[in-house]
C-alpha cells in the first residue's frame, strides 16, 4: 500500500521505497555498501544525521547525545 508517511516506529528508505523497522548499516546494494541511520525527526533513512544529532553505530539511528 502506498503511504505517505511510514508508520510510527519504522522508517523510509528512499531506495527501496518501502518503511523498514531499521535501517540498512553496512549492507551492499547495486555493488556499493550502504549505510544509513534511523532519523526520529523525519522517519526516514539518512544517510547524514540532520544538524546538531550524531550517526551512532550501535543502534543505527541519529541521537542528540553521544553515548
Request: include cysteine.
Amino acid at each position: 500500500m502506498c503511504v505517505q508517511r511510514c508508520p510510527v516506529n519504522s522508517y523510509g528508505d528512499n531506495d527501496t521505497r518501502t518503511c523498514l523497522q531499521t535501517c540498512f548499516f553496512n549492507h551492499t546494494i547495486d555493488t556499493r555498501i550502504k549505510f544509513t541511520f534511523a532519523d526520529d525527526s523525519t522517519n526516514y533513512c539518512v544517510y547524514k544525521c540532520p544538524q546538531n544529532s550524531w550517526a551512532d553505530n550501535f543502534t543505527i539511528s541519529c541521537i542528540s547525545n553521544c553515548t
